[in-house]
Nanobody, 121 residues
Framework: QVQLVESGGGSVQAGASLRLSCVAS?????MAWFRQAPGQEREFVAG????????YYTDSVKDRFTISRDNATNTIYLQMTSLKPEDTAIYFC?????????????????WGQGTQVTVSS
């Protein structure tokens, strides 16, 4: 069983930056960030392979968000820049020992409780 704890959310103005962190109690092949806005389905944001060299992003955050990983501390980060009001959501960390970075939430067995990100215009 892997436990995930997110931190770093907050309320910011459009154009600002935030960095989210997720600490895992153990190492898994793939870790990812998802987000869920009110009334919306959970959406894949970014994922990273255990080596840190393979990453994958949803189109709406490419060139604005960067996912990274520190295996020494079992931590992943999501550096978010040029934030937009449509980025407002609860951001969840997910992890599992799957063989590829997957954008489908049900492929991940471990989830954090989420951290709120609110971007105002």
């Amino acid at each position: 069983q892997v436990q995930l704890v997110e931190s770093g959310g907050g309320s910011v103005q459009a154009g600002a930056s935030l960095r989210l962190s997720c600490v895992a109690s153990g190492r898994t092949y793939v870790m990812a960030w998802f987000r869920q806005a009110p009334g919306q389905e959970r959406e894949f944001v970014a994922g990273i392979w255990w080596s840190g060299r393979d990453t994958y992003y949803t189109d709406s955050v490419k060139d604005r968000f960067t996912i990274s990983r520190d295996n020494a501390t079992n931590t992943i980060y999501l550096q978010m820049t040029s934030l937009k009001p449509e980025d407002t959501a609860i951001y969840f960390c997910a992890a599992d020992n799957i063989i590829t970075i997957d954008s489908i939430p049900t492929r991940y067995g471990y989830w954090g409780q989420g951290t709120q990100v609110t971007v105002s215009s």
